[in-house]
T-cell receptor
């Protein structure tokens, strides 16, 4: 069964901490995405990557960065966590040219910044 | 105007009722249409996928696309408490465009 695995289900971090969210997929997908999901706002795209070492800003990249050193792994970095970054973070992937058939999502990481 | 509009609900129905969900969109280039189901504290999972206009049925689920009206629907027949979830619509232009446009999601509660 194909999988997107997010390293943590729940995280609690302090304001100002550097936070790393990890995502690994085993489907050899080229495209990987990071979203945050908030009540009433839906899914909002933070960053995406279409190849190793490539990245593109999504709709809300401010306060975030990403790293993709290997095809299967896409990391989201909060350089200095703030309380307004408390959210559900979802990683997704799809093969190149196959987005029309949908993404595969991870189970999500619920991040609380205190 | 947002690219995809979806009434967030919540929608409460008694067990056995028909659930009707819909999304409207503004981009006439969308050709591929999806519905995702998301249980509480989980990631979305692909439920239904359709291409262009028409209907698609899978068990108790039916997806409809009306491209002329820019309107898609999901129907759940004989709803069960296990159908309680948030349902998100998503759509794509295809042709190598790797981004999906999502609706905000509609929370459904099926009451036993």
């Amino acid at each position: 069964d194909v999988k997107v695995t997010q390293s943590s289900r729940y995280l609690v971090k302090r304001t100002g901490e550097k936070v790393f969210l990890e995502c690994v997929q085993d489907m050899d997908h080229e495209n990987m995405f990071w979203y945050r999901q908030d009540p009433g706002l839906g899914l909002r795209l933070i960053y995406f990557s279409y190849d190793v070492k490539m990245k593109e800003k999504g709709d809300i990249p401010e306060g975030y960065s990403v790293s993709r050193e290997k095809k299967e792994r896409f990391s989201l970095i909060l350089e200095s966590a703030s309380t307004n970054q408390t959210s559900m973070y979802l990683c997704a992937s799809t093969a190149s040219g196959r987005a029309s058939y949908g993404y595969t999502f991870g189970s999500g990481t619920r991040l609380t910044v205190v | 105007q947002k690219e995809v509009e979806q009434d967030p609900g919540p929608l409460s129905v008694p067990e056995g009722a028909i659930v009707s969900l819909n999304c409207t969109y503004s981009n006439s280039a969308f050709q591929y249409f999806m519905w995702y189901r998301q249980y509480s504290r989980k990631g979305p999972e692909l439920l239904m996928y359709t291409y262009s206009s028409g209907n698609k049925e899978d068990g108790r689920f039916t997806a409809q696309v009306d491209k002329s009206s820019k309107y898609i629907s999901l129907f759940i027949r004989d709803s069960q408490p296990s159908d309680s979830a948030t349902y998100l619509c998503a759509m794509s232009e295809g042709y190598g465009n790797n981004r999906l446009a999502f609706g905000k999601g509609n929370q459904v509660v099926v009451i036993p």
